[in-house]
């Protein structure tokens, strides 16, 4: 699968070309356009009960559509729901990525995309506390709010990001979820921070440079406000 991303980064569609007979799985709603003779099947990985994970604890969809190519050849277009970037992310053999709620936007055969229980720091960090995890070998289309910045960390090496920022991460990494002022929680209601997190290397994270949450806040306050 060849992978094309145009109008990067604010409206970022990701054109996946496909070789013939080969396929993509997409997740519902995420398809934008596709080349004729495609042929499309919608299933429910995992059966009965995995769709019903992805759907009420992942914030996916019950169904997941699979794109397989005629014998010519063909393309799928894929978009986020938000407005921004698209990033086609490598999973390799043994590297499994964690995947934040509303992120996953399509994969190749290759790869395994599956819900994720992150623990108890995703849910009081904002996040949720299910997520997807992406396995196996080929890549993963990821969508996010504003652009993508990718952070590769050396072993010991540290960062502190807003939980509302992060939008995946190697799942052996090491982290932490805490108050963004240690232990004051009256500091960290007046800094205007919340709840972050500390990643220490090695492993790669990736970050939105928008906060969905803080663009749900501002609906909500401005609905009220009518």
Same mark, same amino acid.
């Given at each position: 699968?060849?992978?094309k991303?145009r109008?990067?980064p604010?409206s970022?569609v990701a054109?996946?070309v496909?070789?013939p007979?080969?396929?993509i799985? +997409?997740e519902g709603g995420?398809m ?14 995992g *059966? $009965?009960?995995?769709g019903?994970k992805r759907a009420?604890?992942s914030?996916?969809s019950? $169904?997941?559509?699979?794109y397989?190519?005629? @014998?010519q050849?063909g393309w799928v277009d894929?978009?986020g729901?938000l ?6 992310? @490598?999973i390799t053999?043994?590297q499994?990525?964690?995947?934040s709620?509303g992120?996953?936007l399509?994969?190749? #055969?290759?790869v395994?995309?599956?819900s994720?229980?992150?623990g108890?720091k995703?849910v009081f960090?904002g ?8 396995s196996g ?13 990718? +952070?590769?960390l050396? @072993? ?8 509302g920022h992060?939008?995946?991460y190697?799942?052996?990494?090491a982290?932490?979820l #805490?108050r ?7 500091q960290?209601l007046?800094?205007?921070? *919340?709840?972050v997190f500390?990643?220490?290397g090695p492993? #790669?994270v990736?970050t939105?440079? #928008?906060? @969905? ?8 306050e401005?609905?009220a406000?009518?």
């Amino acid at each position: 699968m060849d992978i094309k991303l145009r109008h990067a980064p604010s409206s970022t569609v990701a054109r996946c070309v496909l070789a013939p007979g080969e396929a993509i799985n +997409v997740e519902g709603g995420s398809m934008l356009a596709c080349s004729a003779q495609i042929h499309v099947e919608a299933s429910t990985p995992g *059966g $009965f009960l995995g769709g019903l994970k992805r759907a009420a604890l992942s914030e996916g969809s019950y $169904f997941v559509t699979t794109y397989t190519a005629p @014998p010519q050849g063909g393309w799928v277009d894929v978009a986020g729901r938000l407005p921004g970037d698209t990033i086609a992310l @490598p999973i390799t053999p043994g590297q499994d990525f964690y995947l934040s709620q509303g992120s996953w936007l399509a994969n190749s #055969r290759g790869v395994s995309v599956d819900s994720q229980w992150g623990g108890m720091k995703n849910v009081f960090g904002g996040q949720g506390g299910f997520g997807f995890k992406a396995s196996g070998d080929g890549h993963v289309l990821i969508g996010v709010y504003g652009a993508i910045d990718t +952070v590769d960390l050396a @072993p010991g090496e540290s960062i502190t990001i807003d939980s509302g920022h992060v939008i995946a991460y190697h799942l052996a990494m090491a982290f932490e979820l #805490r108050r963004a002022v240690r232990g004051k929680t009256m500091q960290t209601l007046k800094s205007g921070e *919340g709840w972050v997190f500390d990643f220490t290397g090695p492993g #790669r994270v990736l970050t939105q440079t #928008r906060n @969905p949450r803080e663009l749900e806040r501002l609906i909500v306050e401005k609905s009220a406000a009518k």
